[in-house]
């Protein structure tokens, strides 16, 4: 079955840098877009950025400029760099496919603190 593993969250300060790993098993990794959503405190989950199984990468207007999606598709792993981290971008950072047949799949989520 779709396995998707999250790793890399943890605290940051206001301007660090956080790497996020998402480790994909269970299906074609290299034929499927995949992307990255964020859920914080009292908030609904949202689209932060996608890469698809050719490359184009999309981001939400909030992190432009500030995030880089990029996949390994040898390593079966799609990553999310984030800089100039801000307090607004404390979540937990969910990876996340869409594979016929299944459907939506997500990783249990990490957390990233960016605190003072």
């Known amino acids: 079955q779709v396995q998707l593993v999250e790793s890399g969250g943890g605290l940051a300060h206001p301007g660090g840098s956080l790497r996020l790993s998402c480790t994909a098993s269970?299906?074609?990794?290299?034929?499927?877009?995949m992307s990255w959503f964020r859920q914080a405190p009292g908030k609904q989950r949202e689209l932060v950025a996608t890469?698809?199984?050719?490359?184009?990468?999309n981001y939400a207007d909030s992190v432009t400029g500030r995030f880089t999606i990029s996949r390994d598709n040898a390593e079966k792993t799609v990553y999310l760099q984030m800089s100039s981290l801000k307090p607004e971008d404390t979540a937990v950072y969910f990876c996340?496919?869409?594979?016929?047949?299944?459907?939506?799949?997500w990783g249990n989520g990490t957390l990233v603190t960016v605190s003072s």
């Open positions: 269970g299906f074609t990794f290299s034929r499927f877009a």
């Open positions: 996340h496919t869409n594979v016929y047949p299944t459907g939506d799949n």
């Open positions: 890469i698809t199984n050719q490359g184009t990468t």
